[in-house]
């Protein structure tokens, strides 16, 4: 079982930055990828980056070059650093991860840009 925590959204003005963190539960949480998802209204749900056990990381084209993601192990915990953030990634973010066949999704936290 693996319970995933997201925190560290909010509004913030187009341009600026905010730091997601998604806290997990269970021991083999070094062993997952863990991913970011978004979703805005009226849209399906979309991969915004993903990182590995070993830290290899992957970014979608709509946000490469101003995310920057990273995982502590020892605090069990993932951040998804954003900068230059735009209006248009207005959406709720989602940490999600797997065992198996089984999808492990957080509850999500909400980030609105302002222009």
């Known amino acids: 079982q693996v319970q995933l925590v997201e925190s560290g959204g909010g509004l913030v003005q187009a341009g600026g930055s905010l730091r997601l963190s998604c806290a997990a539960s269970g021991s083999s949480f070094s062993l997952n990828t863990i991913n970011w998802f978004r979703q805005a209204p009226g849209k399906q749900r979309e991969l915004v980056a993903g990182?590995?056990?070993?830290?290899?990381?992957n970014f979608a084209d709509s946000v490469k070059g101003r995310c920057i993601i990273s995982r502590d192990n020892a605090k069990n915990t993932v951040y998804l650093q954003m900068n230059n953030l735009k209006p248009e990634d207005t959406a709720v973010y989602y940490c999600?991860?797997?065992?198996?066949?089984?999808?492990?999704w957080g509850q999500g936290t909400q980030v609105t840009v302002s222009s």
């Open positions: 990182i590995t056990n070993g830290g290899r990381a």
């Open positions: 999600h991860t797997f065992l198996g066949s089984t999808n492990y």
